[in-house]
């Protein structure tokens, strides 16, 4: 794996266990992530904040890495997020895939591409 490769597959470990520090930990001191609508966060504070959230509407959230490569300070990694919202207990499914940008071995951006997943009619 290059480093870039270790470093998408430690962000995803860190991500599904719901740590924050580790996290943060493989973001670059100025980081960005753009997310699936659209919308830009900037800096340590707005990141984490970002992340953070994320965690509490989906307790049990997480993304599976279905392929990942990376080389010369880019990288893509392909997923399929599902979690659960709480209050209305609906299941979230979404697949796409992450760009990133990466300095000094840190991601300084993410790019987020997921779409929902249609229902499955029953």
Avoid: W
Avoid at 66 to 92: I, Q, W, Y
Wanted: net charge negative.
């Amino acid at each position: 794996m290059t480093p870039e490769e270790q470093l998408i597959q430690r962000y995803f470990d860190a991500f599904n266990r719901h740590d924050i520090e580790g996290v943060m930990a493989c973001f670059h001191e100025h980081p960005v992530i753009v997310d699936a609508e659209g919308r830009r966060f900037e800096g340590q504070e707005e990141v984490r904040r970002s992340y953070e959230t994320s965690f509490a509407l989906f307790p049990d959230g997480r993304c599976d890495l279905r392929s990942c490569t990376g080389n010369d300070g880019r990288g893509m990694a392909e997923s399929l997020f599902h979690g659960t919202r709480p209050r209305e207990g609906k299941v979230v499914e979404a697949v796409g895939a992450e760009v990133l940008e990466i300095v000094d071995g840190k991601i300084k951006e993410i790019r987020d591409y997921h779409r929902p997943v249609p229902a499955k009619a029953a």
